[in-house]
């Protein structure tokens, strides 16, 4: 299994930011795939999910009405459009799957910087 985060950067507070996860190892459109971030200081939160046909999502209070996730079965690959940025959003961000049998799986992260 490898997952490969990409997109992340420096955003001024109120701009926009498009992460992509390339998913590999596994057969991607059977699984919920999971976004997390997680901030200095702080544990890893779960900032969204998206089941395996992508027709239903979930999202954590904190970025609900700001972010969507999408996914892209035919390119095995998952975003998170997040709009609307604020420097509490910061974190570093991690796409994730968990696996029946096989365990968590997480990718290297990409670094989600809001700041002026």
């Known amino acids: 299994v490898q997952l490969v985060e990409s997109g992340g950067g420096l955003v001024q507070p109120g701009g926009s930011l498009r992460l992509s996860c390339a998913a590999s190892g596994f057969t991607f459109s059977s699984y919920v795939m999971n976004w997390y971030r997680q901030a200095p200081g702080k544990e890893r939160e779960l900032v969204a999910a998206?089941?395996?046909?992508?027709?239903?999502?979930n999202y954590a209070d904190s970025v609900k009405g700001r972010s969507t996730v999408s996914r892209d079965n035919t390119k095995n690959t998952v975003y998170l459009q997040m709009n609307s940025l604020k420097p509490e959003d910061t974190a570093v961000y991690y796409c994730n799957v968990v696996i029946a049998g096989g365990g968590f799986y997480w990718g290297q992260g990409t670094q989600v910087t809001v700041s002026s």
């Open positions: 998206i089941s395996p046909g992508g027709s239903s999502t």
